[in-house]
């Protein structure tokens, strides 16, 4: 029987399936060795909700090893879009634990991780506990690019928490309802960049799980990640709908210009990258980019002065919409070579000890 329990549910993990050849037994059983499973006749403090979206729920149920599915409560849900947004949402909507937390199929967590997790935001007062993060097969993925040491009572802008946008961690559950934070399930792409955005800057005590226990990203995912050609405003709307949203006019300069910073450093530039390298970039590309640069900046007008001055290379080629397949692939490779000086400076030496100045986020970055 699937775990249907009411009662003293401390942690609600959801995880999201969407087809039944991706290893959820694996994600299952590390969960099931992260601290809170519960012993014969004890209460279950942890509920795992396998969302199986859009497909059949038996083939899904099958993958996972046969002594655990009776922990498991695995729920159908069909909405007919290629998102994760639609099954996140409604596995949060069915939870009823104090924190709950979101996992990908492919993904698992270190042994003991959930129960230190819980311990050190339960600990620290916190609301949200941003998990550790790194690859499986080793490396450390160093986002949010932290402050030296920092742990808790973390600032969004210090702390350039805008560079986690998964949510990956614990979510005090009372507090993702009050925020009536949802995944939005109409992007292509970057469903979880209001959801987060609108987290790290609601004022709640942010904490870092620093030394603990990590969340896992194994390469089953990463292989099977390809570009599916789309027009620019289509892959970059998560980001000019937020920027031009009402919630974002709210917001203080300082918290616009960190997002909109880390849009441009990671979502524009990556997508400039992206086509480049692929040898698609043309002048519909160029013309598009440019228009929504145009809109992203008119947001937060100053978001582009931290940038190093091999950034502002490729951003001005990019607001003059050049089309040169060639050119914005030198430029924006560029950017990446850490070993040149205009990598390490910024164009506007008045933001030279800015935490989204070259000098400063890298050797952030070195320390997580």
Known sequence: MDNETQDSVL???????????????????????????????????????????????????????????GLV???????????????????IAKATGTWVAIMGSDDSVEPGALAQ?????????????????AHAGGGTIRTPVLRRTRRGHLDPVADRLTYRTAPLGLLRLSLVRQLGLTFPPRYATGEDQSFSAKLWFSGAKISYGRGLPRYLVHA?????VTHTPRPVTEDLAFATDLVLSEWFAGLPPRAREAIVTKIIRVHVFGHVLLRAEAGTWDREDAREMAQELRKLLFGAPNAARPLSLADRKLLDAVAR??????????????????????????????RVLHPEAPFRFMSASALV
Not at 42 to 57: E, F, G, K
Not at 73 to 91: C, E
């Open 11 to 69: 942690l609600d993990v959801v995880i999201a399936v969407h087809t039944p050849d991706r290893p959820v037994g694996r994600a299952v059983a590390s969960l099931l060795e992260g601290g809170l499973a519960a012993a014969d006749g004890a209460p279950r403090r942890l509920r795992i909700n396998v969302i199986c979206h859009n497909t059949d729920v038996e083939p899904i149920r099958e993958r996972v090893a046969p002594e655990h599915r």
């Open 321 to 350: 919409e050049e089309s040169d397949v060639e050119v914005m692939k030198s430029l924006a490779l560029a950017r990446r070579r850490f070993v040149s000086p205009q990598t390490w400076v910024p164009r506007d030496l008045t």
């Open 73 to 91: 409560r695995f729920l159908h849900y069909v909405d007919g879009i290629k998102s994760p947004a639609g099954p996140f949402n409604h596995g």
């Open 117 to 133: 997790w819980v311990e050190a935001a339960e600990r620290d007062g916190s609301d949200v506990l941003i998990a550790p993060m």
């Open 220 to 224: 089953d995912a990463a292989v099977r």
